[in-house]
């Protein structure tokens, strides 16, 4: 089992950057594959990035990709999401999520493990 904790979200003018973090406590966070989804107020939740369990692999929804990276450093136990040229549609609140399993998913019923998610507002 693994317990996430998202951090780094803040408001932020269109253009601005932003790095999130999600740090994990529990055994073999090594194991985990591990995804940021985000969900804006009265939408769905919906995905953002994925990484394989060694950060090899990534994978991003087509409205982020080229100015969105997911990283991680297993030492630390910890997932990141580096925002670059923010856009007022990407304010939401941002979770990480956790499966156990080397692939990564884009599906949110795919993902055991979920942070309590961190605020992103990007004002235009």
């Known amino acids: 089992q693994v317990q996430l904790v998202e951090s780094g979200g803040g408001l932020v003018q269109a253009g601005d950057s932003l790095r999130l973090s999600c740090a994990a406590s529990?055994?073999?966070?090594?194991?985990?594959?591990m995804g940021w989804f985000r969900q804006a107020p009265g939408k769905e939740r919906e995905f953002v990035a994925a990484s394989s369990r060694a950060g090899g692999s990534t994978y991003y929804a087509d409205s982020v990709k080229g100015r969105f990276t997911i990283s991680r450093d297993n030492a630390k136990n910890t997932v990141y999401l580096q925002m670059n040229s923010l856009k007022p549609e990407d304010t939401a609140v941002y979770y990480c999520?956790?499966?156990?399993?080397?692939?990564?998913?884009?599906?949110?019923?795919?993902?055991?493990?979920w942070g309590q998610g961190t605020q992103v507002t990007v004002s235009s």
């Open positions: 999520a956790g499966r156990f399993a080397s692939s990564f998913s884009n599906l949110v019923a795919d993902y055991r493990y």
């Open positions: 529990g055994r073999a966070f090594s194991s985990y594959s």
